[in-house]
């Protein structure tokens, strides 16, 4: 069974437009983080979310942790080609070092 | 500069040959952590050391061992390794608990097995 879900598996979009990505788990999460990656190489570090109803914002990119931690989505605002990538949702799912990766988002953004 | 360093980049070897996959950070963090990524597929982690504390994931194969010397060095040794351990090899460090600390990556290093 997969612990972080995320919707949806791959996105298209037109350079200009604004998209969503969600991660969503059974449990309680404790700590959120968004993560980037290009193909082939290693993840970069978005955004961290560790309180419920918390929303954090760097360049067109936000994020936000339901108040029962349990749901992150991320948004993208006016997408340009240097969005693409995959986004990996992650989180420990307890207060101890087990950390899971939600299923990954691939994203397009056609000029 | 270069935070996590992950050498070699790309490694073939034999189908059963053992080899040992390198990641050291200049972080001086306290976790380190090595994860499996399989094409199309999210990261999964192997195990992950705390200072000298080896945690190993319930599900990681007796296949896939791991030694941290120092702070600053930790690897990965696959005993025997067979088609199905193809993949990018991730390592990750954070300063505590991964849920109160960020992981920073390495850049991976692809493993083939032939």
């Known amino acids: 069974s997969q612990e972080l879900e995320q919707s949806p598996q791959s996105l298209i979009v037109q350079e200009g437009k604004n998209l969503t990505i969600n991660c969503t788990s059974s449990?309680?999460?404790?700590?959120l983080y968004w993560y980037k990656q290009k193909y082939g190489e290693g993840l970069i570090f978005l955004m961290m979310l560790q309180k419920g109803g918390e929303e954090k914002s760097h360049e067109k990119i936000t994020a936000k942790l339901d108040e029962k931690k349990q749901q992150s989505s991320l948004h993208i605002t006016a997408s340009q080609p240097s969005h693409a990538g995959i986004y990996l949702c992650g989180a420990a799912l307890n207060t101890g070092n087990q950390f899971y990766f939600g299923t990954g988002t691939s994203l397009t953004v056609i000029p | 500069d270069a935070m996590v360093i992950q050498n070699p980049r790309y490694q073939v070897t034999q189908f059963g040959k053992p080899v040992t996959l390198s990641c050291s950070q200049t972080l001086n963090h306290n976790v380190m952590y090595w994860y499996q990524q399989k094409s199309s597929q999210a990261p999964k982690l192997l195990f992950h050391y705390y200072d000298k504390d080896f945690n190993n994931e319930a599900d990681t194969p007796d296949n896939f061992q791991s030694r941290r010397p120092n702070t600053s060095f930790c690897f990965l040794d696959i005993r025997s390794p067979g088609l199905g351990d193809a993949a990018m090899y991730l390592c990750?460090?954070?300063?505590?608990?991964?849920?109160?600390?960020?992981?920073?990556f390495g850049p991976g290093t692809r493993l083939t097995v032939t």
């Open positions: 449990k309680t999460l404790y700590g």
């Open positions: 990750a460090t954070s300063k505590g608990l991964a849920g109160s600390y960020e992981q920073y």
